[in-house]
């Protein structure tokens, strides 16, 4: 069975333009996070959807949006890109909300100029 | 103070040894603990996952929870070469309003030398 699958793999942007990063969970997993790990650190929860929802929110600017579709695939969109934005945006799925283990994509890298 | 510390390494062993590796954390909250390993430009990979205090095993791995000491390790015996990347220590608490938030340690570099 496939695992969460992320595209595109590597992206190049510069400041102050849009992004839109996208994942597929694996078959049958319902929920979907989005992280940001910057280089050398850990990843920071950016978002949470399940059955279309958001479910939970982390500590980062309104800039970054998201949404879930009817077959659990969601999207990650940043607007006004800063410097700062660079790092490796990871997807993670689970069955339902409050599930544990999650599974992680390979991520997008993203790169800003 | 974050959350969830973890010591940045590098951790150096030879072929063979046994690695240690650990988080400390603050929010007595928690009741999910994972262990993802991470090779480099890859997503985090599940290790070991534990559900509250006690130790778990797979394999050559020991994962172990001491919720009274807010203090959670992974032990990896017989280690290879191909153990060598970062590992992230995870954590998350229970119920509907936690959803399905991790919170990760900064990760530990782990170079195992032939």
């Known amino acids: 069975d496939a695992g969460v699958t992320q595209s595109p793999t590597h992206l190049i942007k510069t400041r102050g333009q849009h992004v839109t990063l996208r994942c597929s969970p694996i078959s049958g997993h319902k929920s979907v996070s989005w992280y940001q790990q910057v280089l050398g650190q850990g990843p920071q929860f950016i978002f949470q959807y399940y059955e279309k929802e958001e479910r939970g929110r982390g500590n980062f600017p309104d800039r970054f949006s998201a949404r879930q579709f009817p077959n659990y695939s969601s999207e990650l969109n940043v607007n006004a890109l800063l410097l700062g934005d660079s790092a490796l945006y990871l997807c993670?799925?689970?069955?339902?909300?409050?599930?544990?283990?999650?599974?992680f994509g390979d991520g997008t890298r993203l790169s800003i100029l | 103070q974050k959350e969830v510390e973890q010591d940045p390494g590098p951790l150096s062993v030879p072929e063979g040894a046994i690695v240690s590796l650990n988080c400390t954390y603050s929010n007595s909250a928690f009741q999910y603990f994972m262990w993802y390993r991470q090779y480099s430009r890859k997503g985090p990979e599940l290790l070991m996952y534990?559900?509250?205090?006690g130790n778990k095993e797979d394999g050559r791995f020991t994962a172990q929870v001491d919720k009274s000491s807010k203090y959670i390790s992974l032990f990896i015996r017989d280690s290879q070469p191909s153990d060598s990347a970062t590992y992230l220590c995870?954590?998350?608490?229970?119920?509907?309003?936690?959803?399905?938030?991790?919170?990760f340690g900064g990760g530990t570099r782990v170079l195992v030398k032939p």
């Open positions: 993670a799925s689970s069955i339902r909300t409050g599930d544990q283990p999650q599974h």
């Open positions: 995870a954590m998350s608490a229970e119920g509907r309003a936690a959803g399905n938030k991790l919170t």
């Open positions: 534990t559900y509250s205090s």
